[in-house]
Structure formats: C-alpha cells, structure tokens
C-alpha cells in the first residue's frame, strides 16, 4: 500500500521533475542528506530488530487465543457493537456540527473545519473523530469477516460507514477500508497479490492526477512545470507535492534560523486542536510565519521520519530518529509476522494487518505522536 504512495510523492517527482528549480542548493544539501543518511539508519535500526526474540510467553498466549475456536465468534459481535458505535458518532457528529463538508458552501474549509466552520466542528470534535477513528479500524476487519463468514449485515455496515466518510471529503480514509480488505484477501495467492499490487500503484497514479485536475478546477493550482509545459510526471507530482512542501518548510526554517523544536513535535500531537506544537500546527507555522493557522485550509505538511529528526535535534537527530523508527518498526513487524505464520487464518491476518496499520505502526512514530492513535490502541486491547 505504501508503495503506490512512495511512486507518486517521491520517485516520479524525484526522477522526472525539475522540483529542485526554485531553492538553494544550500536546502537542497540538506534534504537530500538527511534523506540519505536517515535511509541507512532505517534499515539499520531494522535489522537491529531481528535480535528481538519472538520466544515471548504473551505472544504464545496470544496465538492460543487466536486458535481458539470462539475467538472469531466472540470478535464478530464486537465488531457489530464497533459498527454500530461508529456509525451513530458519525451521525451525531454531523448533527451537532449542523454541516457535512460535502454539501457545505465552502468544502474546502469545511472538510478542514477552517474558518465559519471551526466553531461549530469544536462542539462535535470528540464525537466526530472517536468515531472516525474507531470506523477506520473495524471497517477493513469487518469487510474481511462478512467475506469470510457469507454475512453481508457486516459489509453493509461498512459501506454505510463509508459513505459517511466519503462526505466528510476524506477521500483517502473513505477508500483505504477497501485497499486493505481487499490486500488481505489477495494475500492468499501470489497472482492476485501481484493484480493487486498492480492495482495499488495504478490507484495511487490515477488519484495524484485526480487530485491535481480537483486543484485546477476549483482554482486551487498551487504547481505547474517551470517551463510552462505540463508532461505526466509533472501531473502526478503536482497532485501528490510533498517533496516541494517539505523543501518549502525546509527553507522557511533555515530563514528562521533553525529553530530546533528538541523533541517539542514529538509529543504535541497530544494536546487537543491547535496546539503550536502539534506537529501539523507547526509545519503551517514555519511555513507561515505570523498568520492564524486556524484560518489556513490545511491539516499541515508530511514530513519523513529523517526530516522530522533533524529539525528536531539538527543532524544527530536526522540518523537517531530513523535508527529508532527502524527498530521498533521492525520489532512489531516480526512479532505480527509470527502471530500469521502461527495461525495462517485469513480472518486473523485481517485483524492483525489492522492492528499494526492503526495502532503499532502509530505508537511506533513517537516523532510525530497523535491524539488520534488512542482510540486504535484502545481498540486493540479491547
């Protein structure tokens, strides 16, 4: 899954644009260096993991619970309770909001609940992103489940929670219930998990040009190929621009002095809404010295884990982070891997692909912690 977004926001742009035109090479130093370096101390931290004994009694516990034989009757009816949890915090999100960004005046703005519409999304914020979340989690579960078990109550559920993301604009959580499920069911033959992967990359190239064409239309162009020419790679880097974003904070916050943040984005995610150390708060800060970012329509920038490094702690930071990242990545990875192998049961893949996308993969970016990692994680115990 990663790798269809990996092709559209890196090697595409990276390959066949001319992203570096416009900055010094000073910058340009900078990022590719601690790109470099942050990519061997990754797979450094990753092979790390493999002194990691899997020889843990929880694990083998867990396994156990797995293999038994109500394991999946008893996980069924939660994810019914789940479902249905989650659908009507959607519903009453929307109610006490009064708006859905879809059919709202300004769907940009409300889709990221900016300006008219921030106060009213504050009175509904917990409601509406509990339940966001919690339907993010058990729809890919619950896709797989009714699959695997002809009960089509479960699918129905998930295409209604579905559709109820689908009008809040967030079009990536609206389809990747579906990507994973549908991963998960490929995972059992290697010819329908090549047409997948195919399928992934095909998805995510069709999608960057969608989003740029969705910019053009509602006058939002915010790229366009420096000679005035527009080929396909520069369609597709213009609809996915995280390279020129992530340059753009990059050179605001070498003309800011570097500010080093010492580990302040690591944890700020934690403190509700416009925190100024919320990792999102402080990209569009960086990037927009002295205006209100709660007018700004964004959620902030995505930076790699190299890059968040080292606006943290400077070049040290750009190999430890990463290092770390890469190690406990790698820890999560073998100990699902094991619980797989153990129970080779399609139901239980699902469960722990979910598991590890929303809850361990989150816990294990201690760079960039979130609020919204909790209810995964509460979930996952539960």
Do not use: H
């Not at 879809?102 to 609940?113: E, G, N, R, V, W």
């Not at 100024?276 to 790699?304: C, H, K």
């Amino acid at each position: 899954v990663s790798t269809g977004f990996i092709i559209i926001g890196y090697i595409i742009p990276g390959l066949f644009t001319k992203y570096y035109s416009d900055f010094s090479d000073d910058v340009l130093d900078i990022y590719v260096w601690t790109s470099f370096l942050g990519a061997i101390a990754y797979l450094a931290g990753l092979q790390a993991s493999r002194f990691y004994s899997v020889r843990k009694r929880w694990i083998a516990d867990k396994i156990a619970v797995f293999k038994n034989g109500s394991f999946e009757r008893n996980a069924s009816k939660q994810l019914k309770i789940l479902l249905i949890v989650a659908i009507g915090m959607l519903v009453l999100g929307y109610a006490i909001m009064g708006f859905v960004p879809m059919f709202a005046a300004d769907p940009l703005s409300a889709k990221q609940f900016k300006g008219v519409y921030r106060d009213s999304y504050l009175r509904a914020a917990w409601i509406f992103r509990c339940g966001f979340m919690i339907a993010i989690f058990v729809m890919p579960i619950a896709a797989v489940y009714s699959f695997v078990s002809k009960k089509r109550w479960f699918l129905i559920a998930s295409v209604i929670l579905g559709l109820l993301i689908v009008v809040s604009l967030a079009k990536g959580a609206a389809a990747i219930w579906l990507v994973l499920a549908g991963g998960v069911l490929a995972a059992k033959r290697m010819r329908w998990f090549v047409i997948y992967f195919a399928f992934v990359i095909t998805a995510n190239l069709a999608g960057s040009v969608f989003n740029y064409a969705l910019s053009v239309l509602g006058g939002l162009q915010t790229a366009a190929a420096s000679d005035g020419t527009q080929t396909f790679a520069d369609l597709v880097a213009a609809g996915a621009p995280d390279i020129v974003d992530q340059l753009n904070l990059l050179t605001a916050f070498v003309s800011n002095g570097s500010p080093w943040t010492y580990g302040s984005t690591f944890i700020g995610g934690l403190v509700p809404f416009s925190y100024e150390w919320n990792p999102g708060a402080w990209t569009l800060g960086q990037l927009n010295d002295g205006a209100d970012i709660t007018e700004i329509v964004s959620g902030g920038l995505r930076l790699p884990t190299s890059l968040w490094g080292y606006v943290s702690f400077g070049w040290a930071g750009a190999v430890l982070v990463p290092a770390l990242y890469g190690f406990i990545i790698g820890c999560f990875i073998r100990i699902a891997r094991t619980m797989v192998d153990a129970t080779n049961d399609t139901f239980i893949l699902a469960v722990v692909t979910v598991v590890l996308n929303y809850a361990l993969v989150p816990v294990a970016s201690f760079y960039a912690w979130s609020l919204y990692l909790f209810p995964a994680v509460f979930i996952s115990i539960f």
